[in-house]
Structures are given as C-alpha cells and as structure tokens.
C-alpha cells in the first residue's frame, strides 16, 4: 500500500466482489434458432442481442449479468454479435415477428416470444417473469 493509503487508507484490502461467468450460448448460425424454438417448449430459452461496438449495448448485457442470479436448469442464454451475425438477427426478426432493436433481450416460451425488451428495459428482473 502506498503512503496516502497508509495515511488516509485501511491497511486492510477489501475482497473484490467475484465476478461469475454467465452460462452464455454464442448464437452463430441460423439453424440454431430451430433448435432454440425446439427447446423453448421445456425451458425458458433467451436471445441476447449485441453491438460490441456500442458502449450503451456493453452497459445493459454488464447489468443484466450482474443483476443474473438464474440457474443453467432454468433458463438458457444464447448471445448474438450483431456486427458479425446480421444476418441471423433478420431471420429472429422474421421467424419470431420481433422488430429488430439492440441490445434486445427476447424470451421464447413454448415455441413464442413471450417477452422482449430493449435498452434500459433488459433486465435480470423482468426475466423472472418467464421462468
């Protein structure tokens, strides 16, 4: 510890907070999504949606992960890079007849878009909702 920890500090170090490893799917491939429907009929099944260029996308997908405290048996999470998979965030929009937003959280339920949200309104919380 340097001298103005000394001086105005804890000589104690405070633990940081661990951070945990979201059980993310990289949602890559178009034939995917037939799969994810399929598994929506016995699981809670969740697209995020993600432009890693964008600072407001990269702040919504580090509170939704942070605020995460579902298990892998309850839900599974694919994430799409939308600068590399633009092609795959069209056919969500077509298939599941979702308007394209990012970041946007979709929750599919028995074959159906059950949820969606965008921005400010992705959250861990609604999630609860669905599962």
């Known amino acids: 510890m340097g001298i103005f920890g000394k001086l105005f500090g804890s000589e104690e170090q405070q633990p940081k907070e661990e951070e945990k490893a979201l059980p993310w799917q990289v949602l890559n491939s178009i ?42 048996s309850q839900v599974d999470l694919y994430y799409l890079d939308l600068l590399n998979h633009r092609d795959i965030s069209s056919e969500i929009a077509a298939k599941f007849q979702v308007f394209h937003e990012s970041p946007q959280m979709i929750v599919l339920r028995n074959r159906n878009v059950v949820h969606h949200s965008s921005h400010s309104e992705i959250t861990a919380e609604a999630l609860h909702r669905f599962v």
Do not use: A, Y
């Not at 890693?52 to 995460?68: A, D, H, P, Q, Y």
């Open 31 to 72: 034939d995917m999504l037939d799969k994810i429907e399929e598994l929506s009929t016995t699981k809670t099944q969740v697209i995020f949606k993600h432009s890693t260029r964008c600072g407001i996308s990269r702040m919504v997908l580090k509170n939704f992960e942070m605020g995460f405290d579902l298990t892998e």
